[in-house]
């Protein structure tokens, strides 16, 4: 038995005979909650590997829309927790709770006060910053529409240029650069293989190939391409002829 097992058996151990019921039934009621949200939550359509994007990976999936629309696309909260600001620090996680009970629902990612002015009243009206709970699997996940990264990046951009965070932050100010980038120039040769139809005959791995050829030398040690199964089931959700 290792030792954190130990450490719980021993816990178990001291706790009253009414303790023990009362963890029981909260364990048994946890359960029965979960069973009900798998019912009612959106379900994963689609998932295989997770993207990768200067040098971070994001879990993402194609998830189903609310009330028979449209798929929606999601990067899994804790990824994108990560790719900005690494390990949360204990000051975001007072702050995200903070904001819970005040019923404000900011993002932890977000949740720095020196990014405050920097989030527009358009963009907090806005359900990109709605936490959507999704069933992957047996699992129930929290994540955000995927719109949201681009302007996540682009709000600690903007208070690291007015001169707005601390010391400490500005390493995530650098993060969000990156991906930046990346995004923006993986996105703009997309779109434009969308409007030619350029995207049904390009070679499967061509945009990790441009994202790795365009990232500035200093950046390239941070570029990870993307999964060739990513642009794969790109193709087959839109009924293309995947080339080989």
Same mark, same amino acid.
């Given at each position: 038995m290792n030792e954190k097992a130990k450490g719980g058996l021993a816990?178990?151990?001291k706790l009253s005979p009414e303790e023990r019921k009362a963890i029981g039934e909260k364990a048994v009621a946890q359960r029965w909650e979960n069973e009900r949200l798998r019912e009612v939550l959106p379900h994963v359509i689609l998932k295989r590997n997770d993207l990768k994007l200067a040098d971070v990976t994001i879990p993402c999936a194609i998830i189903e829309g609310a009330n028979g629309g449209d798929p929606i696309r999601v990067l899994a909260e804790y990824g994108i927790l990560n790719a900005i600001l690494g390990e949360a620090s204990g000051a975001s996680?007072? /702050?995200?709770?903070?904001?819970?009970?005040?019923?404000e629902h900011t993002p932890i990612f977000l949740a720095p006060s020196q990014l405050n002015p920097f989030i527009d009243n358009e963009f907090r009206d806005k359900p990109l910053l709605?936490?959507?709970?999704y069933v992957d699997g047996n699992k129930i996940v929290y994540g955000y529409d995927a719109r949201i990264l681009p302007i996540v990046c682009d709000i600690w951009l903007k208070?690291?240029?007015a001169g707005a965070l601390q010391k400490q932050q500005l390493d995530k100010a650098q993060k969000a650069e990156v991906l930046m980038r990346a995004l923006a120039?993986?996105?703009i040769l997309a779109l434009v293989d969308e409007a030619t139809g350029y995207q049904s005959i390009?070679? /499967?791995?061509a945009l990790a190939k441009i994202l790795e050829a365009f990232v500035v030398k200093e950046l390239r040690p941070y570029v990870s391409k993307f999964p060739a199964e990513f642009y794969s089931e790109i193709f087959r959700l839109r009924g293309l002829s995947f080339p080989t």
């Open positions: 816990r178990a151990e996680k007072r /702050k995200k709770k903070a904001l819970e009970i005040e019923g709605d936490r959507i709970q208070a690291r240029e120039h993986v996105g390009r070679a /499967k791995d």
